[in-house]
C-alpha cells in the first residue's frame, strides 16, 4: 500500500482524482491513518457537512495480505454526531481489495456543488468516476444488485443508503460481504452522512488480476500466521463462543450479570432475553438452513457471523451482532427474534447505525411515541426514517436529539453518541471508556467487559469504582493500535489472554514490513493515536467536562444491584495521564 488516492470532489469541471505517496502518513494504517489525515488536515470547527471536512477510508497495515482476521476498515472523518473526530470501523471485503489495489487511504476532499450523485470504480488499471443520478435513494441492498449487474460478482462495494444521503447523523458507511451482501457497517458517528455530503454513492472496488500482498520474511510471516490462527482457535472465547453463537452470546451472560439495559436503561435485566439470546438465534439458523458460523470476510477464522432465515427458510438478514439485538430488543422491550432480524435488515438498507437507532426507538418509547414491546411499531417508525418523514428525520438524526424533541429527561448519550448494550451502572469500567473515549458512547473503544464480566486478561470488580481507570486507560491505548492493524477485535480476548498470541501480532507486523517493533513500541502507537485525537476534540471546543455520563446514571440506582456509576470526576481526568 504505497499510494494516497484523493479525490476532489468539488474540483472545477468536476471530481478529480490524484494519487501521491503517503509522505508523513507512511506506516500509518486503519485507524492510524484516518486519525492523522483528520487532525492535520480538517479544521475541527469546520461544518461536518462542508466542503472542509473529509472522509477517509483506510485499510489496516495487514490488511491485503494472508493474516488472518486482517479485513478490518477504517472510515474517519469530524463527526455529524459528536462534532469531534471520528473513527468507525467495518469488516466485510473492502479492506483486503483494497489492501491488495495498493491503496494505504482514499480521502474524499470537498463538495460538488451540482448537487450529483457520484459511483467510484477503482481497479489496477485506473480510477473512473461518474455521474450517475439513477442511483439517488436507492436502498444498499437494490444499489449492490445494480452494480453486480454492471460490474459483475468480483467486486467489493462500499456504500451509503437513503440516511447518507439524507445526511441524517445515524448514517452508516455499508462494506460487502463475501456474498457480495451490504451486511457489514462503519455504524458509528454519522461517517456516511459525511459521504453523503460529498456526493458519493458508492465505491466499487476490483482487485482481479491482482493477489495478496507479500511480505518481506515470507517464512517468518508464515510462522507468525500460524501460531496466530493456533491462538485464537484455542482459546474459550474466540474458538467456542463466538463461533458457535456470535457476539450475542453475550445476552444471557450480561442480562445474568444485571448490566442489560432494558427499557431505555431504567433496569438491568429483561425478562425476555432468553428468548432473543445467541443461543436461540443459532438454533433457528439451523432449523431454517440458515448458517450460525460464517465469516463476513475472507481470511476470518473466528467466523463469529452468520446467515438469518425466515420460517419459510428464505433469508431476512445477516446473523444480527449482540449489540443489534439488544438495541432492537431488549432495549425497547422487544423478544421476538424475526422482529429484531426484520430491524436489523431495515437498518443495513437504509444505512443506519443499529445501536443509534435502537436507542432512539427507545428514547421515542419513553416518550410515548410507541410502547415499549411493540415490534410493529418500531419497525414503522424505522420505515419514517428510511422514508425521511419528519418524524423518521429526527430519529435518524439519533437518540440526542430525538430526546431534545420529545423533552426526554434519561437519554443514554454521550458526546451526542448513543451508549450500546451494557449499563455503566453495573460495568463501571465500561462506563470510565463510554466517559472519556474520544469517539463518544463507544463500547470498542476501550472493551471493560472483557476483564470486569469474561475475566479475560485479569478481572476487576465490576460493582466498584477501584480499578477502572486503569483498565479503561489500557484498553484505550491497546484499541488504538489493533485498530491499525486491520485485525478484528475480538482478537483482544486471546492477545489479553495468551502472551505467546500477542506476540505472534507482533511478529506478523515485523515479518511483513521488516520491523523490529515490540509491545513497547505498540503502546506507544495507541498512545500517539489518542493523543491526535484528544487534541483534535480540544481545538473543536471539547473539555473535561465532555469526559463525563449523563447525571441519571449517578443518581438513579439500576436494579438489580441497586448501584449508581461511582467512578468519582477526577479519576476520569486522569485517564489519559501518561
Known amino acids: 500500500m504505497d499510494m494516497i488516492l484523493r479525490i476532489d470532489m468539488g474540483a472545477e469541471g468536476g471530481p ?50 494472508g493474516a488472518a482476521m486482517s479485513g478490518r476498515l477504517s472510515v474517519g472523518c469530524k463527526s455529524p454526531l459528536t462534532g469531534g473526530i471520528k473513527e468507525a470501523n467495518s469488516g466485510g471485503q473492502a479492506a483486503q481489495v ?26 489496477k488499471d485506473g480510477i473512473r468516476i461518474e455521474e450517475d443520478n439513477s442511483l439517488r435513494m436507492l436502498p444498499n441492498y437494490d444499489l449492490i444488485q445494480r452494480m453486480k449487474e454492471q460490474y459483475g460478482d468480483k ?30 457497517h462503519a455504524g458509528r458517528g454519522g461517517v456516511g452522512a459525511v459521504m453523503g455530503a460529498k456526493g458519493v454513492k458508492v465505491i466499487v472496488l476490483d482487485d ?16 507468525a500466521n500460524k501460531k496466530f490462527v493456533a491462538g485464537l482457535s484455542s482459546h474459550s472465547v474466540t474458538g467456542q463462543a463466538l463461533p458457535a453463537y456470535g457476539t450475542n452470546v453475550l445476552t444471557n451472560i450480561v442480562n445474568e450479570a444485571g448490566a442489560y439495559p432494558t427499557f431505555n436503561f431504567q433496569q438491568g435485566q429483561f425478562q425476555g432475553a432468553s428468548k432473543i439470546s445467541g443461543e436461540t438465534f443459532a438454533e433457528l439458523e439451523t432449523q431454517r438452513g440458515g448458517n450460525p458460523s460464517h465469516p463476513c470476510h475472507r481470511g476470518c477464522v473466528i467466523r463469529c457471523s ?44 437504509y444505512g443506519l447505525d443499529t445501536i443509534e437507532m435502537g436507542a432512539a426507538i427507545g428514547v421515542a418509547m419513553q416518550a410515548g411515541i410507541a410502547r415499549f414491546g411493540d415490534a410493529e411499531a418500531a419497525v414503522n417508525l424505522l420505515k419514517e426514517v428510511g422514508e425521511g418523514t419528519p418524524l423518521g428525520k429526527i430519529l435518524g438524526s439519533g437518540a440526542a436529539i430525538t430526546g431534545k424533541v420529545f423533552g426526554v429527561e434519561n437519554v443514554p448519550v454521550v458526546k451526542g453518541q448513543a451508549l450500546p448494550a451494557y449499563d455503566p451502572r453495573a460495568v463501571q469500567g ?6 472519556t473515549s474520544t469517539m463518544g ?8 467487559i472483557a476483564t470486569n464480566i469474561l475475566k479475560c486478561g485479569g478481572f476487576v470488580d465490576p460493582l466498584q469504582a477501584e480499578g477502572q481507570v486503569e483498565l479503561s486507560r489500557n484498553l484505550q491505548i491497546a484499541t488504538a493500535a489493533i485498530d491499525s492493524t486491520g485485525m478484528c477485535l475480538f482478537i483482544a480476548f486471546a492477545v489479553l489472554d495468551q502472551p505467546e498470541t500477542f506476540q505472534a501480532l507482533v511478529d506478523l507486523l515485523n515479518s511483513f514490513y521488516g520491523l523490529k517493533l515490540t509491545g513497547d513500541d505498540v503502546s ?29 446514571f449517578t443518581r438513579e440506582p439500576l436494579y438489580p444491584h441497586n448501584t449508581t456509576f461511582m467512578v468519582k470526576d477526577a479519576d476520569l481526568d486522569r485517564v489519559f495521564d501518561w
Open 524 to 552: 506507544a502507537l495507541g498512545r500517539k493515536i489518542l493523543d491526535m485525537e484528544r487534541d483534535f476534540n480540544r481545538r473543536a471546543g471539547f473539555t473535561k467536562e465532555h469526559d463525563r455520563l449523563p447525571r441519571f
Open 98 to 123: 483494497l489492501g491488495r489495489l495498493g491503496y494505504a487511504a482514499i480521502v474524499l476532499e470537498g463538495k460538488p456543488e451540482a448537487g450529483h450523485l457520484y459511483k467510484i470504480l477503482i481497479k
Open 306 to 349: 452468520g446467515i438469518y432465515n425466515d420460517k419459510n427458510g428464505n433469508y431476512i438478514s445477516k446473523q444480527p451482532e449482540y449489540e443489534t439485538v439488544w438495541a432492537h430488543g431488549g432495549n425497547c422491550g422487544i423478544d421476538d427474534p424475526d422482529d429484531i432480524a426484520l430491524l436489523d435488515f431495515m437498518d443495513d438498507n
Open 208 to 223: 482481479s488480476g491482482l493477489k495478496n500482498r507479500q511480505p518481506k520474511d515470507p517464512e517468518k510471516f508464515r510462522e
Open 155 to 184: 467486486i467489493a462495494c462500499i456504500s451509503i443508503g437513503p440516511a447518507g444521503e439524507m445526511k441524517l447523523s445515524a448514517a452508516s458507511v455499508a462494506c460487502t460481504d463475501p456474498e457480495l451482501r451490504p451486511t457489514r
Open 16 to 65: 478529480a482524482a490524484r494519487t501521491e505517496a503517503p509522505g508523513e502518513y507512511a506506516g500509518y494504517g486503519g485507524r492510524a491513518m484516518t486519525s492523522a489525515i483528520i487532525s492535520k488536515e480538517v479544521p475541527p470547527l469546520c461544518h461536518p457537512f462542508g466542503a472542509e471536512n473529509k472522509l477517509v477510508i483506510a485499510p489496516g497495515l495487514l490488511s491485503g495480505t
Open 430 to 435: 465500561i462506563g470510565v471508556t463510554y466517559a
Open 441 to 448: 458512547g463507544d463500547h470498542t473503544a476501550g472493551y471493560c
